[in-house]
């Protein structure tokens, strides 16, 4: 079973969503061309349940 | 040193040039070691000239005299280099945007040193795609870019759930007729836009700049 990465999970919830984002630091996220920002917080929470459909 | 000349017959005073007329059979009639300044040999000495005061004129290029312009020089003036952090970073960028490590740019200073200089310029990143899915480059100058490929320069051709692990590398030359300070800056370009995730498996991109002298 494989790591949902932060990517996915902001694929997830804005299949257009253009941005640059370190997998082992959420921190370091920079939203591209005018993209609409999307929290951390729900970025996460997308990550784990992403996560849960993965390893089930 | 002195000349020898052995007499066939007793012989006083000094003799004559007149009497030398038929000349001396060097090779039976001369005994002794001529004198090295009369082209004798056997010199024992190591330096016969003082080359810093007695000798004018240019020594010829092939005994070591100067001013030679057939040879060429070395070309690499300077060489500068990073490697980025392994830290992976996720890109999804239907335009061209800075290759960081997550905080870190991809990116190189160098001052020519003559303006007449060529900058070459190589980039290794390794990058995880999955099917269909690629990238492409572009390396800017202070801002400018003077190198872009297309956004599929990789690109994995296999299944969408087909993950291809890759190190890709470009070469590139820029001629920037400069002397001042430049920045040199990878960026990446995703095709459609679509996340493509670089250093992966902490195998950090490298960026190399090499100044070639005219």
């Known amino acids: ?56 | 040193m002195t000349l020898t000349v052995v007499k066939t017959t007793a012989l006083t005073g000094t003799i004559t040039n007149a009497q030398l007329a038929g000349g001396i059979d060097l090779t039976s009639k001369v005994t002794g070691t001529l004198p090295i300044a009369n082209g004798g040999t056997n010199s024992t000495a190591t330096t016969f000239v003082n080359a810093t005061t007695n000798v004018t004129g240019a020594l010829p290029i092939v005994n070591g005299g100067t001013g030679a312009t057939s040879f060429a020089p070395g070309k690499i003036g300077q060489v500068v280099s990073l490697a980025s952090s392994p830290n992976s970073v996720s890109i999804s960028s239907g335009s061209y945007t800075a290759l960081t490590d997550g905080s870190i740019p991809v990116s190189l200073s160098i001052t020519p040193s003559a303006a007449s200089s060529k900058i070459f310029c190589q980039v290794s990143i390794q990058a995880r795609t999955v099917g269909s899915r690629g990238y492409g480059i572009n390396i800017t100058r202070s801002g400018t870019q003077f190198f872009a490929t297309p956004e599929q320069d990789f690109y994995n051709g296999l299944g969408a759930t087909d993950t291809v692990d890759a190190r890709s590398n470009w070469l590139a030359i820029d001629s920037p007729n400069s002397t001042s300070a430049l920045t040199y800056a990878v960026g990446v370009k995703t095709n459609g836009g679509n996340a493509v995730g670089f250093q992966q498996n902490s195998a950090p991109s490298s960026f190399v700049l090499m100044e070639i002298l005219a």
């Open chain 1, 1 to 56: 079973m494989s790591r949902i990465t932060f990517a996915e999970a902001i694929k997830s919830l804005n299949s257009k969503a253009e941005f640059k984002v370190a997998e082992g630091d959420i921190n370091f996220l920079e939203w591209l061309n005018n993209t609409t920002p999307i929290t951390k917080e729900n970025i996460l929470a997308e990550q784990a349940r992403l996560q849960t459909i993965e390893d089930a």
